[in-house]
């Protein structure tokens, strides 16, 4: 027994809404000036909003990589002025680490002189 096939559903097109039919009003026929003729237009609603609540003025949004990121707030950049004391801290770590280097260096090689003699 072969399963029978499954009848294919058909879509049945829809009729389109109708539109407001343009009235026009009738000059009356004592006027010689012809009235220009009026049309009903139709009304559009307005877009959904992303509030719940309507604002009077709209907030302009950013784009932003992901919906939860909020970018961070600007800082100034750091002071430049206090460059000459940071030179002269490290101008004189150096000189303290060479010193020591030469006393370690020089300490080192009497102590090696007086074993082997």
Known sequence: VSPSPTPEPTATPIPPSPTPEPTVTSAPAATST????????PTTTPAP???????????????????????LPTTPPPGTGDQGSLLILLATLQGLALILGVYLALRRGRSDATRIT
């Open 34 to 41: 012809p009235e220009p003729a009026t049309t009903v237009e």
């Open 49 to 71: 909003s992303l509030t719940p609540f309507p604002s009077a003025t709209p907030v302009p949004v950013t784009a932003t990589p992901f919906p939860t990121w909020t970018p």
